[in-house]
């Protein structure tokens, strides 16, 4: 598991238009998850993502943590597979943001379309290429490291 952070003052998804996703201050968050991570892991990332001190205070000085400002948080990753996207779906979820399409495996546009599929009774929104380049790079990097 492994993330990528990027400070914001705002950042929004919109499709057509329409905000879909959306957060003051806060963190954008490229998040790259691969087989075998664990719940813990995820938790423990999290934590310290949270209280990492990277905002300033009042004097300018980096010492408040995101929990310290209240900041929001908004989420992307890698495009789904066919059991991700169905697992999104049946969870209900609103909405998927990731960087970096997955021609091999990818199930939201890249291989099929599984969360356009009109049988399933509920419709996920979905948004891929958010910080394309840079997730690419992220998960070359990763799993390259990975292999030596
Ligand atoms: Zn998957």
Request: charged share 25%; glycine share 10%; aromatic share 4%.
């Amino acid at each position: 598991m492994i993330s990528v952070l990027q400070r914001v003052q705002h950042a929004k998804v919109e499709i057509d238009g329409k905000s879909v996703g959306a957060t003051e201050q806060g963190l954008l968050i490229l998040l790259g998850v691969a087989e075998g991570d664990t719940r813990a892991e995820a938790d423990k990332l999290v934590k310290k993502i949270a209280n990492l001190r990277i905002f300033e205070d009042e004097n300018g000085k980096m010492n408040l943590s995101l929990l310290d400002i209240g900041g929001g948080v908004l989420v992307v990753t890698l495009e789904p597979c066919a059991m991700c996207a169905a697992a999104l779906v049946h969870a209900r979820l609103a909405g998927v943001v990731y960087g970096a399409a997955d021609r091999l495996a990818g199930a939201v546009t890249s291989c099929t379309e599984t969360l356009d599929q009109p049988f399933f009774n509920h419709r996920v929104w979905h948004m891929g290429g958010v910080l394309a380049r840079e997730s690419v790079d992220l998960l070359q990097d990763f799993f390259a490291g990975r292999r030596d």
